[in-house]
């Protein structure tokens, strides 16, 4: 069994959280932001330098897993100053949000460019067993369930076919001067998603979302996965 899921599965805890699913997904070569494990403000400071501005801090915390929600979220960190007062905003309203939850600190990311989103996500319906799903972000899933879905185990022509019958399929070849984005790297971050879910049926759920997609990148700007109980 993956050693992270087995150490959550000792824990008795379901849900990685998104540094242990990052690193997860990373063991099946899906690209993600460079992230860290950061327990003080100090520590987060310290890091960020390293790292290299800008940077984004995140909530880290298995008790909530909606991170923005939480006032978990700050982005687009130039400075030193700025990444202190952002540590102490997240820790402040996500007490706040959740007083009882347990918080590991924050992490601290590399901030992706801005590019065109996706979701992929995987659930398990209890007849046919896993299910993945593919979708533009934002309004696309939330408002016009622009979404496909495909049994696991899919293969390449599969991930081909999905990927071109969510109505907004165009979006991805550009737009407005937008630049295109890259189809046959989407494809293979379908296919790695299947396959690493093949090879850890512990998983119940998970969701990459979003997925920046640009002209030479697909990465998962934030990743959660959930074990079976
Ligand atoms: P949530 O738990 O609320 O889903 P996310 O990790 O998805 O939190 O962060 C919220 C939003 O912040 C994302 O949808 C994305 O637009 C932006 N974001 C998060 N992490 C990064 C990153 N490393 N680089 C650039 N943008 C990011
Ligand atoms: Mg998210």
């Given at each position: 069994m993956?050693?992270?899921?087995?150490?959550?599965?000792?824990?008795?805890?379901?849900?990685?959280?998104?540094?242990?699913?990052?690193?997860?997904?990373?063991?099946?070569?899906?690209?993600?932001?460079?992230?860290?494990?950061?327990?003080?403000?100090?520590?987060?400071?310290?890091?960020?330098d390293n790292i290299g501005y800008p940077v984004v801090l995140k909530i880290s915390s298995a008790d909530i897993t909606h991170k923005s929600d939480a006032g978990g979220v700050k982005v687009g960190l130039k400075n030193a100053a700025e990444v202190a007062e952002?540590?102490?905003?997240?820790?402040?309203?996500?007490?706040?949000y959740c007083p009882t939850a347990v918080i590991e600190g924050v992490t601290v990311q590399d901030m992706a460019k801005p590019a065109l989103e996706v979701i992929i996500g995987v659930t398990t319906d209890p007849q046919f067993g896993p299910v993945i799903m593919f979708g533009l972000g934002g309004v696309w899933v939330e408002v016009l369930k622009d979404v496909v879905f495909r049994?696991?185990?899919?293969?390449?022509?599969?991930a081909q076919k999905m990927i071109r019958e969510i109505k907004g399929f165009n979006l991805l070849k550009g737009y407005r001067g937008q630049e295109p984005a890259n189809v046959e790297l989407l494809e293979n971050l379908l296919l790695k998603v299947s396959d690493m879910i093949v090879k850890n049926p512990e998983i119940s759920e998970m969701d990459l979302?979003?997925?920046?997609?640009?002209?030479?990148?697909a990465i998962a700007v934030d990743a959660r996965v959930i074990l079976f109980k």
């Open positions: 993956n050693s992270i899921i087995e150490q959550s599965i000792k824990q008795k805890r379901t849900v990685l959280t998104e540094l242990e699913s990052k690193k997860l997904i990373a063991q099946y070569g899906i690209e993600t932001t460079s992230i860290n494990l950061a327990r003080t403000e100090a520590e987060a400071v310290k890091l960020s952002a540590y102490k905003n997240i820790m402040t309203s996500c007490l706040k049994l696991i185990p899919i293969e390449k022509v599969d979302n979003p997925v920046f997609v640009s002209k030479d990148k």
